[in-house]
């Protein structure tokens, strides 16, 4: 069917709408919302255009400001295309609170960091007014507005444009590039960092307004202030490479799927609340960067960590340790123990700290041309085989610490 065909089912489906809404039918209006959704994701020029929030949105406004249910067909057809047909570009700025002194246009992920004074005039002043009023009921540590103010305006901005044809949508889309793009900051400093509040600016900046949330208390899995650090220019590039990798081939398994796989996976673990859950999911990162679906998962797990991460001499204790740590993640996820088991932050720490080490050699080891996990000579697998069996010596990265924490 062709866009034009598709673009008149859609139409139709929204007059339909109209009447439904007006008789007060709110089941049938849901129905013909999804049903619009439905027939816009099965086009090529449609799909994932919008979303059912940005329908009902369109349907409510028009029938609240446009009376669509007076106008004739024509009106109707012309308001369609205008609101929901239609792509508009939106750019978002995102601060993020505890995190400073990054340069301007930096690239974290898939955004670009923006300082307050790059900031468009509009959008600095909405930030300002908004934190304005916030400053009344979250005055925490700070003495005056002036004071709260500044420490705001050094925070990292994070800017993002998308394109779609409903402003929900556009709004999903950022909401998503951002999060995944803070993968890059939770990696580095092994700590959630989050995006609070944001201001949404209309292409032609004809429109803007601010979304999200704030709160006068850091989130708990922040562990202090983040600051930015010439050095760290090396670990940005490769994590910004690692996140934004796209699978080129279809047989082999990459090494830079893995780590982004594994990634994604240490980042959700700094916002899990809970030890049991953080565990679970750095577990599970061990197994997104040493195992294959079919391998027997303790003991390869175990094995090939000892081989990536040590020296002949401390093999056999890690071993051990990461056989120990991957029963006790079984135990975790069957709870098949008379009392529950109980994860320590210092477990946490240790499991975070051998994910981590992982992680890094893998990237080592990457840079150093070994691009896929198996079906390769250079692969990572046979890469592990050979310090089995031939008895070569392994290439280490130096151990990589985390930038300090400051307050």
Known sequence: MTSDAKQAQIIALFKRAIKSESRSDRDKTIKLIQSIVEIANKSKDFKDSFNAQD???????????????????????????????????????????????????FKIGYCVAKQFNSLPANVKKEFEDFWTREFKDNKGFFSNLDQYLDNRKHSLFLHVTTESRGYFRCIELAHNLVDRSLEVLRTIYRSDVIAQDYCVVSDNSDWLGMGGYSHGERDPNHRGAWY???????EFNELNEILTHTKTQSKKIEVAEKLKNAMHLMAAATSARYNEVKYVLLCSALEAMTLKEQDYLGLRLSERIAFL??????????????????????????????????????EIWLLEGIAYTVFWQLVYLKNKGYQFFDGDENSILDYLDK????GQKPLLEPWRKPPKQQS
């Open 228 to 234: 930015y650090l010439p050095g760290m220019n090396e």
């Open 387 to 390: 310090l089995k069996f031939a």
């Open 309 to 346: 991460t040590q020296k002949p001499s401390k093999r056999k204790k890690v071993f051990d340790e990461i056989y120990d740590i991957y029963t006790k993640r079984s135990r975790i996820i069957h709870q098949d123990q008379k009392k529950p088991m109980v994860i320590t932050d210092d």
């Open 55 to 105: 329908v009902d949105n369109i349907l409510l406004t028009g029938l609240g400001f446009s009376k669509l249910h007076k106008a004739s067909s024509d009106v109707v057809e012309k308001y369609v295309k205008d609101n929901l047909l239609t792509l508009r570009k939106y750019h978002f700025y995102y601060p993020i609170y505890y995190t400073y002194s990054y340069p301007d246009n």
